[in-house]
């Protein structure tokens, strides 16, 4: 490696570690992680820093297939304990963005999985500095619209086109060695100023009204990140509404497309498993999804599927008839999708363990029922119906499910509730499977002696209460996916559970800064719909609460902070709550779309 390519000459290039010292936040834009000698060197200078900035996000692209092993190569004694740290985290590479967490979450690692020269355009973030690969291709533009004011780069060499394109970017460049400019390192410096479109909170203090999935979740991001968080729930325990069952289901929803569902919830199921890893009291089982075909032509699309995606195989597999059985612990009639790190999550573990993790940064109370949001001058005011005022923040988040709807600034989206009832059969009555499994609705394994099965859905069905209409609905459905398992349970004779789940019309999350309607004129671009500042909101996760909760809180802290975002632009803007004013939102729900629940 020469002098120009070593890992410090790139930190060196860009003015660091003194250009970051005293910085509340610093971003660096890696255009080529290798095997992560660039981003172990940042570490370790960030660790060394008495000065450094408060977090540390990197962004790195990788194109290619990288293992965990392939980390492990020789280092220092000191890289020797990071590179096991980073061993433990790395992700299946799919394609997209992947982030993870160091130091108590205040130096973040973004992967970008996919070619740079495609998939640089989908990153949102303000870069105050660039590391430049050798083989960096001309992408000026793209590194123009990244860059923050006095952003810097650094390439070990910048062949003419590359250097062409940053001169165009608006970025003064100069050679280390001007006699050698095809070898030498060269630095550069974004001359352009522009409005700074990332600032921090000038106060870190949220109110988040709901405690259930979404709210605990991002209470938790927010406190990691060093906020002051109030929970306010109206029920007199954690976890109350469609959080409080025993067991959901974790895995990702794959697509012939990998259309924007399958990307997100891909990227939502990998970011939950970070969460839990992360939760040592949290409850759950990367036991394995299997998702059985319902027949043959199901089973030759689900195999298609999968070899046309290609994804790697621990994320997302086919297995015929014969490991499908062996996988479920009995036999089934056909193959189908095999999720080998999926399996359930109980959500009021979760919840609890969220919650808990930062005592003396979240505040939690109960029976405490918002049912007005007002304006103040300087922030939010919330109260009871009675007028008792609750708390007041800077930011108010919306994670109170079904319940938003009743709050006159989320009147305006369109989120419906969606009834849904579990059954539980004693495991002694069935052959529970070793696995958990989805094909008409899903079944659990055993857990504390009970088999999860279910669930029915209907819209415009406020009844709290267990039908056994709806065991009965359950039974057939593990019937068919189980043939003889369900014949001699009595619906009658068995428990259950109903909870009522927020659903937006187009099956996506709902996140981000509540749209003003009152202001609003015309149909503005997403970007420039007024808002009402300081109201946001993480609704409409449906039945996939497991699944989105991590990393829409990620989102949302994203978003308040001015951090790089962990999702691609077109995946932020389509779980957006001003999209429904764009445009008719998407389709009814349909039954598959159930088979994942919290």
């Not at 499977?433 to 069905?461: E, F, N, R, S």
């Not at 019309?505 to 500042?533: E, T």
Request: aromatic share 6%.
């Amino acid at each position: 490696m020469s002098d120009a390519a070593a890992p410090h000459a790139f930190l060196a290039g860009n003015g660091l570690p003194q250009r970051w010292q005293g910085r509340d936040r610093f971003v660096i834009l890696d255009t080529d992680f290798k095997r992560g000698e660039r981003f172990f060197a940042t570490w370790q200078a960030w660790r060394d820093d008495a000065q450094r900035p408060r977090r540390l996000h990197l962004i790195s692209f990788i194109d290619g297939p990288l293992t965990a092993s392939a980390l492990a190569q020789p280092a220092s004694p000191a890289q020797v304990g990071r590179r096991a740290e980073l061993q433990t985290q790395w992700p299946p590479l799919a394609p997209g963005l992947h982030r993870l967490f160091f130091e108590q979450r205040q130096l973040i690692l973004t992967l970008v999985v996919g070619p740079l020269d495609r998939h640089l355009r989908t990153v949102n973030a303000a870069v105050d500095a660039f590391f430049l690969d050798d083989d960096t291709p001309a992408t000026g533009r793209a590194l123009h619209r990244l860059a923050a004011n006095g952003a810097t780069l650094f390439a070990g060499r910048a062949r003419p086109p590359l250097r062409a394109a940053l001169q165009t970017a608006e970025f003064n460049l100069q050679a280390e060695h001007p006699d050698a400019p095809e070898t030498t390192g060269w630095r550069g410096h974004f001359r352009s100023q522009r409005p700074d479109r990332h600032r921090p909170p000038a106060e870190r203090r949220a109110v988040i009204i709901g405690a259930g999935i979404a709210g605990a979740s991002t209470a938790f991001a927010l406190a990691a990140a060093g906020w002051q968080v109030t929970v306010l729930e109206a029920a007199d325990r954690l976890a109350s509404g469609a959080s409080s069952n025993l067991a959901g289901v974790l895995r990702p929803l794959p697509s012939a497309d990998d259309n924007r569902l399958s990307r997100l919830t891909r990227a939502g199921f990998l970011a939950t498993r970070g969460l839990l890893q992360s939760l040592p009291d949290a409850r759950w089982s990367a036991c394995g999804v299997l998702h059985l075909a319902r027949d043959d032509d199901h089973e030759k699309r689900q195999a298609a599927t999968v070899d046309r995606i290609q994804l790697p195989a621990d994320l997302l597999a086919y297995v015929d008839q014969a490991q499908a059985s062996q996988h479920l612990g009995q036999p089934v009639a056909h193959g189908g999708w095999w999720f080998a790190q999926g399996g359930w999550v109980q959500p009021s573990s979760l919840c609890a363990a969220a919650l808990n993790a930062f005592p003396e940064r979240i505040k939690i109370c109960l029976n405490a029922p918002v049912d007005r949001i007002e304006r103040q001058e300087n922030g939010w005011q919330l109260l009871t119906t009675d007028g008792r005022e609750l708390a007041t923040a800077p930011i108010v988040i919306l994670a109170a499910g079904t319940g938003a709807s009743r709050l006159v600034p989320f009147a305006g989206i369109p989120q419906q509730a969606a009834r849904g009832q579990v059954s539980h059969l004693p495991a002694i009555a069935l052959q529970p499977p070793k696995v958990v499994l989805c094909k008409h609705g899903y079944t659990l394994p055993a857990i504390d002696g009970i088999c999860l099965t279910g669930a029915t859905l209907q819209l415009h069905d406020n009844e709290p209460q267990a039908r056994p209409s709806d065991h009965l609905e359950n039974l057939a459905g593990l019937a068919r996916s189980l043939p003889a398992q369900a014949g001699k349970i009595d619906p009658t004779q068995i428990d259950g559970r109903v909870g009522f789940r927020p659903l937006s019309p187009d099956r996506l999350p709902i996140v981000g800064p509540l749209p003003d309607l009152a202001a609003q004129v015309g149909q503005p671009r997403l970007n420039a719909q007024p808002r009402l500042p300081g109201l946001w909101c993480v609704q409409g996760f449906g039945a996939r609460g497991i699944v989105w909760s991590a990393l829409m809180a990620d989102l949302l802290l994203s978003r308040l902070e001015g951090d790089p975002l962990p999702l691609a632009n077109d995946l932020v803007d389509a779980v957006d709550p001003g999209r429904f004013l764009l445009k008719s939102s998407g389709r009814p729900p349909e039954e598959d779309d159930f088979d994942d629940r919290t």
